[in-house]
């Protein structure tokens, strides 16, 4: 079995900063691209940041400029750095990774982790 977990979340102020981590850990071969969502309070859930395995990234608009998503495919781990965060990025982040299991296969599929609250306040 595959297990996504995510840690960093919490509360900070408006114009603070926080680091989200997501570690892949399991019977798995390879990665392909792993990504952040989100979710707030009577919204749907929507795409933050995603980033290849050769490193290409994608942000969300609201995002730009203000977070970093990185990898290291050696800890089978993605980040997300927020900086000057706001209280409309107020929501439970999740990690998401697309996952090879089989060598023989390159069938691949969708994990999530259980997620991370991130509140801003004002």
């Known amino acids: 079995q595959v297990q996504l977990v995510e840690s960093g979340g919490g509360l900070v102020q408006a114009g603070g900063t926080l680091r989200l981590s997501c570690a892949a850990s399991?019977?798995?071969?390879?990665?392909?691209?792993m990504g952040w969502y989100r979710q707030a309070p009577g919204k749907q859930r929507e795409l933050v940041a995603s980033?290849?395995?050769?490193?290409?990234?994608n942000y969300a608009d609201s995002v730009k400029g203000r977070f970093t998503i990185s990898r290291d495919n050696a800890k089978n781990t993605v980040y997300l750095q927020m900086d000057n965060l706001k209280p409309e990025d107020t929501a439970v982040y999740y990690c998401?990774?697309?996952?090879?299991?089989?060598?023989?296969?390159?069938?691949?599929?969708?994990?999530w982790g259980k997620g991370t609250l991130v509140t801003v306040s004002s």
């Open positions: 980033i290849t395995s050769g490193g290409s990234t």
């Open positions: 998401n990774a697309e996952i090879r299991r089989d060598s023989m296969s390159y069938y691949t599929t969708n994990y």
């Open positions: 399991g019977n798995l071969f390879s990665i392909n691209a």
